[in-house]
């Protein structure tokens, strides 16, 4: 391969944050500045020809240009995300009517917008009842983002209501009915695993019905748009955006990945 063909290539890969392979090694201690500026077209065929032929050689060195630039996207996606759960943090942690568990004053908040009626909520919840009971140090906002029909939008109303009853004492257990349910939920569904949770259906009803509840929906709606949140579950965990699904491990590690960059 010609000296200019591997500088250039040598210079492509330092650019790219790769090493150069060893083929190129050599050649990177010579200076290389503009190489295609000065050369003429026979020039510049000859060296377009070479690349090409050194790629199809080594297309390994393809693929760790593509490891390189994603890696580039998900830290720019990452750093993104941060910044807006940033900007929308009173919103997202602290709004004054999200049900809060675990412990208020933990150093990792978890929050998780969920849909009863949604299948991958259903799975995950057991195992974000074992995360938050079994680490003394998070704190747990639940965001009722109903999106799967007007049966969601009953079972989150309802849940909303139930926090005005008993102190909010019963909304756990109202939350863990309504996601062990299994089949498709229905307002009449809803207001029967009320009543067998021991809440004031009568009055759940009323409260469900609110202006103010209503408001809560509506509030929760316009803050996943702001975060570009479409589905549930989703977690924040910490100043991360987690779509989808975690197992109990991943978001271990996730916690764990927050206190140690908070030290």
């Known amino acids: 391969m010609p000296a200019l063909v591997r500088r250039t290539a040598a210079a492509l890969a330092v650019a790219l944050g790769l090493s150069a392979p060893p083929a190129l090694a050599q050649d990177t201690a010579t200076p290389l500045s503009s ?12 060296l377009r020809s ?7 050689e080594h297309p390994e060195v393809i693929m760790e240009a593509i490891e390189v630039l994603e890696r580039r996207r998900r830290a720019a ?8 759960v940033a900007r929308l943090a009173p919103e997202l942690f602290d709004d004054g009517y999200s049900f809060v568990a675990g412990n ?35 704190r747990y906002v639940v965001k ?13 109303e309802a849940a909303l209501a139930a926090m005005r009853q008993d102190d909010g004492r019963r909304y756990l257990a109202f939350n863990d009915a309504l996601m062990a349910h299994d ?7 809803v207001w029967e695993i ?28 316009s803050l996943a748009r702001a975060l570009r949140i479409e589905g549930t579950p989703t977690f924040v965990i910490g100043d991360r955006l987690v779509r989808g699904y975690v197992p109990l491990d991943r978001m271990r590690a996730a916690v764990a990945e927050i206190r140690a960059e908070e030290g």
Do not use: W
């Open 183 to 189: 089949g498709q939920l229905s307002g009449d569904v």
């Open 104 to 138: 208020p004053e933990g150093d990792v908040t978890v929050v998780e917008f969920i849909d009863y009626q949604c299948g991958f909520c259903k799975r995950a919840h057991p195992e974000v009842r074992t995360l938050i009971e079994s680490d003394p140090g998070l």
């Open 50 to 56: 070479e690349i090409r032929s050194y790629l199809l």
């Open 77 to 84: 996606e990452n750093e993104a995300e941060a910044d807006l």
């Open 144 to 156: 009722e983002f109903p999106i799967l029909g007007p049966a969601s939008r009953t079972a989150a």
């Open 35 to 46: 190489p295609g500026a000065a050369m003429d077209p026979e020039e510049r065929a000859l």
């Open 194 to 221: 009320a009543d067998e949770v021991g809440l004031d259906v009568d009055r759940l009803r009323r409260d469900a019905g609110s202006d103010e509840v209503a408001s809560m929906i509506d509030r929760t709606y």
